[in-house]
């Protein structure tokens, strides 16, 4: 199955509208390319699911300076400060999600659980509108599972059926994403033929990954 996409075809994928996760932490471990498409692209009203907003030049903050995004889900936006001028300015909606619940969220989504159950954020404002569920005396939130259109990922090291090795921080969400998207995109800093990745250093498995942007 040839896996390779180019990044023309890659930018008539995108829509208004659509719901996408960028992995990494900050900038480590974004696709840089695939953001430079969505940037040109010009496509707006989209959902972003990530750790962070990373910086306004780099990134999936580059969507943010460039007023794409409508709704973000994350855990951070302190290192981009466009971010927070949005959403004072109420041109921005933002759903907080503590850094450890996002992870648990999004993979409930890729694994097709209804939600997971922690007492992270009783008490707080996270709490705000979500249902509380008591287990064994103890009260939980229901923090409830996330799926996107579109993963994007990047990858330090693939093959050319989409097997993944994330090096240091960069796995950072990656693994997860892969599972919780209806199509995932990858692009790598070096590409080998398929069998050149032994299997027990693999990441992330290519039976997730749709497409690799040559």
Known sequence: MNKAITVEKLSALFKDGMTIMVGGFLANGT??????????????????????????????????????????????IGTNPMTGDQMNAGELEIEFSPQGTLAERVRAGGAGLGGVLTTTGLGTVIEEGKQKIEVDGQTFLLEKPIRADFAFLKGSI???????????????????????ADCVIAEVDELLPIGSIPMEQVHTSGIFVDYILL
């Open 31 to 76: 696709p840089e390319r695939i953001m430079d498409e969505l940037v040109k692209s010009g496509v707006k009203d989209l959902t972003l699911i990530a750790n962070d907003t990373s910086y306004p030049d780099r990134g999936c903050g580059r969507l943010i300076a460039n007023r794409q995004v409508k709704k973000l889900i994350v855990s951070h």
């Open 158 to 180: 693939g093959d050319e059926f989409g097997n993944l090795v994330y090096k240091g921080t960069s796995q950072n969400f990656q693994p997860l994403m892969a599972m919780a």
